[in-house]
């Protein structure tokens, strides 16, 4: 374990106090508390703005900034160069639901945003409302502006400057007009957990406030600072009540892989609009909870100008939450804590997962997690008087607005030297200089810094992602993929005009070359690195602590520590076409990458006759070329010539599966015919004539089977088909029904990462699969029976982490160790002839680690009878 400390609280920084005690935006006194807010009336049938509102004289119909909701994020939010502020939108009103959740609270429910904030166009010039995108349940994203009017021309220049801020930093360093007018860009997402809603009912508060106040402090604040606020980031979890979208997963863990189109929207405001503060309110914690975190801290951060900025917001915060006077006696609320300062561990902000943790890559010196204290949520939802939840969510919403208004107020008096920090994190990316170590010399004031704070890296010279005929690209769609996910991300990308050679190794013309001496270097090297082992430095981790999209996407990364960029090179703003249909004869199509997997289920699903070669690989007949052509070009991927003719046929999959929400996207994603099943769904009569295999990573109790579900299960698996079982749940259900002979042994169940495997070359599942993997609670597998081969295991040597946060339990067991050389993957078959594919890994957590997902698709069709 790595040194701790106990934080104390300590004397304010310098200035803090002069800024808290000149409030801008004074927060409501406790002594007056809000009454419970009730929704602004809607009527049955209303399918308009200009029905319920009426929009003002020239509001435009609705528009929106991005098709968020689809593609691969690489899409611009169309900034509307030419137009000034505001920028009116009449918003679509959607009709009335009395079902959604926050209606019991007395907040605002999500078919009432709409005609509140066309009302809130109404009262100003201030106010603008644009449409960010949709949700994964296709509801519209709001996204406000709140600032002093624009006229076009001042736009532009505001777009200019902050072009030249990033793009331009040492000369933008010294440009006395940015540091006079620019308007620092400020940035409040709300409601990205769709169950903590009070952010939103906050800041339409705010919104009304600053669009109607007429004091000189709020004219200045506008005139010199643009707020940005996305209203609820899911609405698809404020109307059901649910933490995660309607695809069921939690954009708040999304923010690297962004399969999300609520995360993509929140990326391309980021991109776009560029905030140095940024708030993400959440709950419940009590006392509210303000980050800045407890160790360990992302090392590709510029940690010093984050930590100096994100600290002295959160000592206003706080002082503006605890000077609401809500009491512990009186009404549940405990005083504000700051981790940083208050924690040693276990509220990290080590992965970029978060909004917050994201957010810096992108520009912001300050960003935080906001955890308003009194829960409404789950089982207080269900069991509490709605009178104490109103009263809750009351208290809720004054507190998120009081953390709200005292980082505006930071803001507004901290501006100039937000916006200089701001541009020295693009400096030192594009300049290549070494970090600044936090310390109490380079961080003065803030209290505690020590040893266990400082993280940093070496940011290597370049990363090359090779491509092209003869490169030693695994794949090229894989490659591809990358490349866009890295341009969506606003890294740099450059592709090499002719061969060339750096760092001892040679490269095809047309592969692709991250400079590292770039702006967003930090986000460069937070994609395409291994990243770090910290097992010894934090007893526990608050979410996963390994990740590379270098390492677990399929395409080859090579990290280049030093040498001379001097090839002839071009920004790229999308990877090159990769599809490809030889000209004759049978066609080959790997399946190492899920678009293969999808181009093949396709052609199944054509009637294709598709066969099976040794190596797992498909074998499309020549007669298909027109249809090999099409998803050549829809998807990227290639089908080479070949004379192999196939040792069994492939068949159209259907797969009924009692998996995880980023399991079942990514099957589906990956053009399989999925059904989900569940204990509850078997006992209620299930036809598995309906299907050819069945996929458990989630728990499925067959001791709670009733005797016809039982049946039914025994059955089907007697019947020719088979089992994929993932973890804990899929290896109880291979011994419950008596499968294969394999005895799992769990791992520490905290631990996650990026590890080294072996993989047979032998194997119809894991042939020419990568040589990592991603583990969350690892397991392997001993005893193995006769009938059971092992496909994959854990890397030899005494540890196979290569990144992440992986260490023995108490009594010794169960760490890296003792998985070292340990099957990893098995596969088998049974007594009454099912095939068996058991997993240790997680190729699929979250929708993650798209270079493993093939693993999971062989292992389907191996098990489809």
């Known amino acids: 374990m790595g040194p701790t400390r106990t934080r104390t609280r300590g004397p304010l920084l310098a ?11 004074a927060p409501a006194q406790a002594n007056a508390r809000p009454a419970p807010q009730e929704p602004p009336p809607t009527r049955e049938g209303v399918s308009s703005a200009a ?14 900034l991005a098709p968020a909701g689809t593609g691969t994020g690489t899409e611009a939010l169309a900034p509307r160069r030419h137009t000034g502020y505001p920028r009116r939108t009449a918003l679509p009103v959607p009709a009335p639901n009395p079902a959604d959740k926050s209606l019991k609270l007395g907040l605002t429910p999500y078919h009432a945003l709409a005609p509140r904030l066309n009302q809130l166009q109404n009262l100003g010039e201030r106010v603008s409302v644009e449409i960010a995108g949709k949700s994964a349940g296709g509801h519209d994203l709001y996204l406000v502006t709140v600032t002093a009017p624009e006229s076009a021309g001042q736009a532009r220049e505001q777009e200019r400057m902050r072009e030249k801020i990033e793009n331009a930093p040492a000369p933008a360093a010294g440009d006395r007009r940015i540091k006079e007018t620019y308007k620092t860009p400020v940035f409040i997402n709300n409601n990205i957990h769709g169950n903590e809603w009070e952010g939103t009912d906050a800041s339409l508060k705010l919104i009304e406030e600053l669009a109607t106040a007429n004091d000189a402090r709020t004219a200045a604040l506008l005139s010199q600072n643009r707020i940005y606020i996305n209203v609820t980031a899911n609405p698809d979890g404020r109307i059901a009540g649910t933490r995660p979208n309607a695809n069921g997963f939690d954009i708040n863990r999304d923010f690297i892989t962004a399969t999300q189109p609520e995360a993509r929207a929140i990326r391309r405001i980021a991109i776009d609009k560029q905030p140095a503060v940024m708030l993400d309110m959440h709950g419940y914690v009590n006392g509210t909870l303000i980050e800045p975190t407890t160790p360990p801290h992302g090392e590709n951060y510029e940690y010093d100008l984050f930590l100096k900025n994100s600290y002295a917001n959160a000592l206003g915060m706080e002082k503006a939450v605890n000077g609401l006077g809500y009491t512990p006696a009186g009404d549940g609320v405990d005083p504000a804590v700051i981790p940083f300062r208050d924690q040693q561990e276990g509220w990290d902000d080590w992965p970029p997962i978060f909004t917050p943790q994201y957010m810096p890559f992108q520009g912001a010196v300050a960003a935080h997690t906001i955890e308003i204290p009194l829960q409404v949520n789950n089982e207080e939802y269900d069991t509490q008087p709605v009178a104490e939840l109103r009263r809750r969510s009351a208290i809720n919403t004054d507190i998120a607005g009081a953390a709200i208004r005292a980082s505006l107020n930071y803001t507004a008096q901290h501006r100039t030297s937000l916006i200089a920090d701001q541009i020295e994190t693009f400096r030192r990316g594009a300049a290549g200089a070494a970090q600044i170590p936090v310390s109490e010399e380079t961080v003065p004031g803030v209290d505690g810094i020590g040893p266990e704070d400082v993280y940093t890296t070496d940011f290597p010279r370049a990363y090359v992602i090779p491509a092209g005929s003869g490169s030693r690209q695994r794949s090229d769609v894989a490659a591809a993929r990358l490349v866009d996910h890295l341009v969506a991300n606003d890294v740099r990308v450059e592709r090499a005009l002719r061969p060339f050679g750096l760092g001892g ?4 013309a047309g592969s692709y070359v991250v400079d590292m001496r770039q702006p967003k270097r930090g986000l460069a090297n937070v994609i395409l690195a291994e990243g770090r082992d910290i097992s010894q430095d934090v007893s526990a981790m608050y979410d996963i602590s390994g990740w590379s999209l270098g390492l677990l996407w399929g395409a080859s990364v090579d990290k280049v520590r030093e040498g001379r960029l001097d090839v002839p090179r071009r920004t790229v703003h999308a990877a090159s076409p990769t599809g490809y249909v030889a000209p004759r004869g049978d066609l080959r199509l790997r399946l190492d990458d899920p678009k293969e997997v999808a181009a093949l289920n396709s052609l199944l699903a054509d009637g294709v006759k598709v066969r099976r070669a040794a190596d797992g690989s498909a074998v499309v007949p020549g007669p298909a070329r027109g249809k090999a052509a099409r998803l050549a070009d829809r998807l990227g991927v290639a089908f080479h010539s070949t004379r192999t003719q196939g040792v069994r046929p492939f068949t159209a999959t259907r797969v ?3 998996v995880t929400p980023g399991e079942l996207f990514s099957l589906r994603e990956m053009g399989f015919a999925v059904t989900p099943v569940s204990t509850d769904v078997l006992n209620k009569g299930f036809d598995w004539k309906s299907v050819d295999t069945l996929y458990v990573s989630a728990p499925l109790a067959y001791g709670k089977l009733n005797p016809a579900a039982k049946a039914g299960l025994d059955g089907f698996l007697a019947s020719g088909h088979g089992l994929v079982g993932l973890g804990e749940a899929g290896a109880k259900l291979n011994t419950d029904t008596a499968l294969i002979t394999a005895t799992a042994v769990r791992g520490n169940g905290d631990a996650n990462g990026v590890v080294r495997v072996d993989s047979s070359g032998t194997s119809p599942v894991t042939a020419g699969a990568p040589a990592h ?19 994959q295991s854990y890397g030899k ?7 992440g946060h992986w260490r023995a339990n108490e009594d010794g067991s169960g760490g890296p ?7 990893a993957i098995v596969s088998g078959t049974s007594a009454r002839g099912a095939q068996v594919v058991l997993f240790g890994t997680q190729p699929l957590f979250r929708a993650h680690p798209k270079g493993e997902f093939a693993q999971i698709a062989r292992a389907l069709y191996a098990t489809a009878g």
């Open 51 to 64: 029905e319920l509102r009426g929009p003002a004289a020239g509001i435009p119909a609705a528009r929106t």
């Open 773 to 791: 993997t991603f583990v969350f609670s690892p397991m392997w597998f001993t005893g193995l029976g006769e009938r059971v081969r092992t496909d």
């Open 797 to 803: 040597g005494a540890n196979p982490l290569v990144s």
């Open 656 to 658: 009924a599966a009692a």
């Open 505 to 508: 190794r040679s490269y095809p």
């Open 817 to 823: 160790k003792d998985a070292a050389g340990q099957a």
């Open 15 to 25: 200035g803090v106090a002069a800024l808290t005690g000149a409030v801008l935006l």
